[in-house]
């Protein structure tokens, strides 16, 4: 499970990088930037569920032993 996670966490950030690229910052609410945004906001959410499900299994881990 923890290979898992760190896999999915790798494809988050590589999503925000990508979706970075896609942004212009001339017109950051255009059509494709906001795409982008949405984006970046939506891998960045995935981070925090994965690193909240992280530690919460080191908690249940700690209370078994």
Known sequence: MKIFTYILFFLSFA???FNITQLNFDDLFAQDSLIALIGIIAAFCAMIILLIFR???SIVDKLKE
């Open 15 to 17: 999503l925000i990088v």
């Open 55 to 57: 530690m919460s299994k």
